[in-house]
């Protein structure tokens, strides 16, 4: 049916696959030659589709469009797949299907995000990503990650509440709930609400915290996953709604200072790399808080051939942990002999996040600074130029340096790498390589025309002599960077202050909401009211209810002995409110 | 083939290793290069006010990397650094 008017939804693809995933009985492996599959039907879908709105449901006297589609959706879609395909390759190995299907699902939400053309069938989505990605931290099956999946959920709902209520105060005023850019200067509370939201997902500062807590404690293969499609979708909906917000140009410019800040001190390479997620998506937001073509051109080029070189190091830091047994780099050093092809592909990726020219980095870097510049934003591509210098310092330097160099050749027994990781690391080093070498065809995907021209003599001459003189920097503090066996403090100290405190904390955005939705149960009537009753069934009755307690009781217990009773069953709560949710998705798709 | 290429490139690694000094002056005479040429090669547009300076960007680099790597090991070891088991202690 959806075929028919020339749009075909991506998220199908990976929804399909994951329930069959679930349902999936018997001794037989070959469920896995099922994982390559969606990333690349949607590849090819998206490669053929047309620009329009498609797939517009009535529900309850409401339109949602499931299928808006135009430049600015295509471009993150295109990298979207590719990194569905990649991450599905190095996935490939792993036995437990639940962490196949979390992704899958967690895929399924970020293409849903993508073609959501009202606010509704946004927040949808942004529920679905929310919760298949906690299944992919809760699955490393660590006591950390027990923890760290908890508050991530929390932080996350708290996030998706704002957007809620924001998108539903918005209607009450607007009567709308088309999801439209905001203009800067009649922006009103309630856009705000739904910017906030969208920050959480962002990891704006100082809303960030749950990414660096949360990334290292993921499972290996759910972290590449991970630190593809919560960011850059949050990159894509306020490149929608939010370009021109000059909050957003400053607060992406300290972004990118906060990351590698932390990623200098860091000692867990997996944390150093989460850091640099919340500098890079500063670029990003940046570019799109300048709001020019030109910045904002920069932002989707850096949220591509980002998503592609962080995925990449990822990876590498996956095999690093996966052979060694440990992400600290005070327990690492001499690996460069010992895994010579994860060294590569690593410095591949590192050389592309540092904006080395030929690799992806620079030709989407460059346009985000050189626009902020053509707009006389001076201080703020002051400022992006210095977090390249702590880029290259800490993603590219002491990250390798202390990984792979440092000490004599490692004697660390090494478990042996499983080739399909290495496949997909050389797959994104290539990109990198080829998207550094030939941006036209990237280029050509940005939403706004491009005149830029990232390769002069004096680009050119400039980076290198900028990065050379990082690395002398480098070389004179190696003793002073030497990690240690330390964690830093950041802002999720203060949502770990306490059982009672973090209760209240997490109860009284819920409370207000709940005022809210009097409020508009006057305003609009029993129709939106019948929609909400699911949507707080599913995500406030089951998730955050349960969340809630969980987490007191956690937290009550000093982070250790969580009963596995509570665990289990909040687990099986979550689980459930999604299936009930995809169930009453796929009922209301079928039906038109 | 992929183990013999993985070997081979462990090889090469392991020798350069102990070669750092041909390593470090090759640095040192490549960075000096992207000095001597910025006499001659300067911005079109200099954005900032004394980038057309040669060496501005040299200075830079290494004056932002000795900061960043001073202030943050500074603030690490003054009051954001904690021991390992900082969140698990009652």
Request: aromatic share 16%; hydrophobic share 50%; with cysteine.
């Amino acid at each position: 049916m959806n075929v028919i008017n020339g749009f075909f939804h991506p998220s199908i693809y990976f929804i399909v696959v994951a329930v069959v995933l679930l349902a999936w009985r018997g001794q037989s492996n070959s469920w896995r030659f099922l994982l390559p599959v969606p990333g690349l039907l949607a590849f090819i879908t998206i490669l053929s589709m047309e620009t329009g709105t498609f797939s517009q449901i009535s529900y309850l006297g409401l339109t949602l469009t499931l299928g808006r589609v135009d430049a600015l959706a295509i471009v993150f879609a295109h990298v979207f797949a590719l990194q569905a395909l990649i991450g599905f390759i190095y996935a490939w190995h792993v036995q437990d299907r639940a962490q196949h299907a979390a992704a899958s699902m967690y895929v399924a939400g970020a293409f849903g995000c993508l073609f959501a053309g009202d606010y509704l069938t946004l927040f949808i989505f942004w529920e679905l990503m929310s919760v298949a990605s906690t299944f992919l931290v809760w699955l490393n099956r660590q006591p950390e990650s027990t923890g760290a999946g908890f508050r991530y959920f929390l932080f996350h709902t708290l996030g998706g509440l704002f957007l809620l209520a924001g998108l539903l105060l918005r209607y009450s005023h607007l009567g709308t709930f088309a999801f439209t850019a905001v203009d800067p200067s009649t922006a009103a509370y309630y856009d705000y609400l739904i910017l906030t939201g969208f920050a959480v997902n962002a990891a704006v500062i100082p809303l960030h915290a749950w990414l660096p807590d949360a990334y290292p404690r993921a499972t290996i293969t759910g972290a590449v996953f991970m630190s593809a499609f919560t960011t850059k979708t949050a990159v894509y909906v306020l490149a929608r709604g939010f370009s021109g917000f000059e909050i957003l140009a400053v607060m992406g410019v300290l972004m990118t200072l906060y990351g590698v800040f932390y990623a200098t001190i860091e000692n867990n390479i997996r944390r150093i790399l989460a850091y640099h997620i919340v500098s890079q998506v500063g670029f990003m937001v940046a570019g799109i808080g300048i709001g020019t073509a030109m910045t904002i051109n920069g932002a989707c080029a850096h949220a591509y051939a980002h998503i592609v070189y962080k995925g990449l190091l990822f990876m590498g830091a996956g095999c690093v942990l996966y052979a060694a047994g440990t992400a600290k780099l005070t327990e690492l050093g001499g690996l460069i002999s010992r895994i010579p092809l994860v060294f590569l592909g690593y410095i591949i990726g590192a050389i592309s996040i540092s904006g080395f020219p030929a690799f992806s980095g620079f030709v989407s870097k460059t346009m985000t600074i050189e626009g902020a510049a053509e707009a006389h934003h001076y201080w703020l591509a002051l400022g992006m130029e210095f977090a390249a210098v702590g880029t290259f310092l800490s993603v590219g330097l002491k990250l390798s340096y202390f990984a792979f160099f440092a000490k004599p050749e490692s004697e660390k027994p090494l478990k042996p790498i499983p080739g399909n990781m290495y496949l997909a690391m050389g797959a994104a080093s290539l990109i990198c390589f080829v998207l550094g070498v030939y941006p036209k065809p990237l280029y050509d995907l940005l939403p706004y025309p491009v005149e830029f021209e990232p390769y002069s003599t004096w680009t050119v001459l400039m980076t290198l002599q900028l990065l050379g003189f990082v690395g002398l920097g480098f070389y004179l503090l190696r003793n002073k960077l030497k990690p240690e066996a330390k964690i830093n403090l950041d802002f999720d100290y203060f949502y770990r202050l306490g059982g009672a405190l973090s209760l209240v904390f997490a109860k009284k955005p819920v409370e207000v909401v709940d005022n809210w939705w009097s409020e508009i149960y006057n305003r609009v009537g029993l129709r939106v009211i019948m929609l909400l009753a699911w949507m707080s069934t599913v995500f406030d009755k089951a998730a955050i209810d349960g969340v809630v307690d969980g987490t007191a009781k956690n937290v009550q217990n000093g982070g250790g002995g969580l009963s596995n009773v509570q665990t289990g069953r909040l687990q099986d709560y979550l689980a459930l409110a999604l299936v009930i949710g995809i169930g009453v998705f796929a009922l209301v798709w079928f039906r038109t | 083939m992929e183990m013999k290429f993985e070997k081979s490139l462990a090889n090469w690694f392991r020798n350069n290793r102990e070669k750092t000094r041909f390593w470090l002056t090759a640095f040192y005479i490549f960075l000096g290069l992207t000095v001597v040429l910025n006499i001659f090669i300067r911005p079109y547009h200099p954005h900032f006010v004394y980038d057309y300076l040669p060496g501005f960007f040299a200075v830079f680099g290494l004056v932002a990397a000795i900061i960043l790597g001073r202030v943050s090991k500074g603030t690490a070891h003054t009051f954001l650094g904690k021991d390992e088991d900082y969140y698990e202690r009652d």
